[in-house]
Every structure is written in structure tokens, then in C-alpha cells.
């Protein structure tokens, strides 16, 4: 049975920190692509970040960029999200996704994603 179960949100102030971690049970990671996409209230789901399953090339949104680190553990079956510098425009339910193979030509088209986790919530607030 495939699942995905996202943890490591929370509650934190502008500018702190939280990991997020993707726990893949049903299959092998090592030949699946995983991606964190958002999704605040009233707003699309957007991607966040991705890493490849080959080269694990990485890819990020402009708005995360230089504070967001995804990463990849394949002997844990797990995918992480190091969030730092927190903004509450970060707020939003945080999802993973996989995908089989490498990453396409965008890295953030949802429906390209075969699997999906409940999410989790980050809040980033004052």
C-alpha cells in the first residue's frame, strides 16, 4: 500500500525554522522524483520544490529560493524540506508528491505527480 505522510509543521515566527519530512512507505524512492507543493487558503496549489530521482537535481520556486533546501535520504525511504527565514506568505498546508522517473521539463505541474500526502500545516505568524 502506497503512503505518504508528511510531519514537521507547526506554529513558528517570521523568520524561524521548521523541517519537513516526506515518510514514503509502499515503494522504493530511489526510482521516484518527490516534490513539496503549497496551498494557502483561498490560493492554488503551487510548487514549492523538487528533486529529481537521477541526478537529484534540484528545483525551486523564485519565492523560496535561497531559503528553502530540499533533500533526499533513499536508505530512509524519506524526503526533507528545511525551511528557513520564515515569512507568513510561507503559511500554507504543505503537501509531497512523487512522481516516477526523472522530473519533466517543469517541475511543478501537480497532475505529473502520482501520489500524494494529507499535508501538513505550516503557520508562520507573530
Known amino acids: 500500500q502506497v503512503r505518504l505522510v508528511e510531519s514537521g509543521g507547526g506554529l513558528v515566527q517570521p523568520g524561524g525554522s521548521l523541517r519537513l519530512s516526506c515518510a514514503v512507505s509502499g515503494f522504493s524512492l530511489d526510482w521516484y522524483?518527490?516534490?513539496w507543493f503549497r496551498q494557502a487558503p483561498g490560493?492554488?496549489?503551487?510548487?514549492?520544490?523538487?528533486?529529481?530521482?537521477?541526478d537529484t537535481?534540484?528545483?525551486?520556486?523564485?519565492?523560496?529560493k535561497g531559503r528553502f533546501t530540499i533533500s533526499r535520504d533513499n536508505a530512509k525511504n524519506t524526503?526533507?524540506?528545511?525551511?528557513?527565514?520564515?515569512?507568513?506568505?510561507?503559511?500554507?498546508?504543505?503537501?509531497?508528491a512523487v512522481q516516477k522517473g526523472s522530473i519533466g521539463s517543469d517541475?511543478?505541474?501537480?497532475?505529473?505527480?502520482?501520489?500524494?500526502?494529507?499535508?501538513?500545516?505550516?503557520?508562520?505568524?507573530?
Open 79 to 96: 524526503v526533507y524540506l528545511q525551511m528557513n527565514s520564515l515569512k507568513p506568505e510561507d503559511t500554507a498546508v504543505y503537501y509531497c
Open 107 to 126: 517541475p511543478f505541474v501537480p497532475y505529473e505527480y502520482e501520489y500524494w500526502g494529507q499535508g501538513t500545516q505550516v503557520t508562520v505568524s507573530s
Open 33 to 35: 522524483s518527490v516534490g
Open 57 to 64: 537535481s534540484t528545483y525551486y520556486a523564485d519565492s523560496v
Open 43 to 54: 490560493k492554488e496549489r503551487e510548487g514549492v520544490s523538487s528533486i529529481s530521482s537521477s
